[in-house]
């Protein structure tokens, strides 16, 4: 009984990520990606990471001198692959308490409102996304 016990939950275990990977295949958003920009003298502006979920959660983390900023929110990617939704619905830090003051450090981004990008899929590991400034090239990292 025990024996038997222990195949049934090893076959739970494969079909959990069975489903999983299938989730995956079936959403190309999911995993970790990176951006990051550079000045024309070659040194790095900022970067910007996104971990999509396969629920329709995302976490991004914003690196930008003197300040990084975590997300979280959902998202939604449109069947034919072209549009990438985000709604935001909370940051931190909210206060950066240095120098022996608090101030309010508040969100970069428009919280708790879609926010429609269009997108392109290069390959199975980069995308290119257009904000306001022009494409973004994303690469994935895991």
């Not at 951006?35 to 995302?58: E, I, T």
């Not at 069947?79 to 940051?91: A, E, I, M, N, Q």
Request: glycine share 6%.
């Amino acid at each position: 009984m025990k024996r038997h016990l222990s195949a049934l939950m090893m076959l739970v275990a494969a079909l959990l990520a069975l489903m999983h990977a299938a989730s995956a295949q079936q959403n190309p958003i999911v995993g970790v990606w990176s951006y990051s920009a550079y000045r024309s003298d070659g040194q790095q502006s900022h970067a910007f990471f996104f971990q999509f979920g396969p629920d329709g959660r995302f976490r991004q983390q914003m690196v930008i001198p003197g300040l990084t900023q975590n997300y979280v929110g959902a998202y939604q990617l449109s069947p034919d692959l072209g549009t990438l939704s985000l709604v935001y619905y909370d940051y931190d830090p909210k206060q950066d308490c240095r120098y022996g003051a608090c101030y309010p450090i508040r969100p970069i981004v428009a919280m708790n409102s879609p926010i429609n990008a269009q997108i392109r899929f290069l390959s199975a590991a980069r995308f290119e996304m257009m904000d306001a400034s022009g494409p973004m090239l994303w690469v994935r990292a895991q």
